[in-house]
């Protein structure tokens, strides 16, 4: 089915750990969703691809397939 839509998410009051990860990847990659969250991100769910974008980021999210 072709399922498409548009909308800006925001979280007003987020609750994170303060323990950081070990990977530094992982840890500037948290940092970035939970900055695009508190700003406000537009999503874009299409065909089974979630979009989050900002002004200065874009994170694309696939579908895992659920036949394993």
């Not at 989050?52 to 696939?62: C, N, P, R, S, V």
Request: some cysteine.
């Amino acid at each position: 089915a072709d399922l498409a839509w548009q909308r800006t998410l925001t979280v007003k009051k987020m609750a994170m750990t303060r323990m950081m990860c070990a990977d530094a990847q992982r840890n500037a990659l948290d940092n970035v969703i939970g900055k695009m969250l508190s700003e406000g991100a537009q999503v874009d769910l299409t065909d089974g691809q979630l979009t989050l974008t900002t002004a200065d980021q874009t994170l694309i999210y696939t579908q895992a397939d659920q036949a394993q």
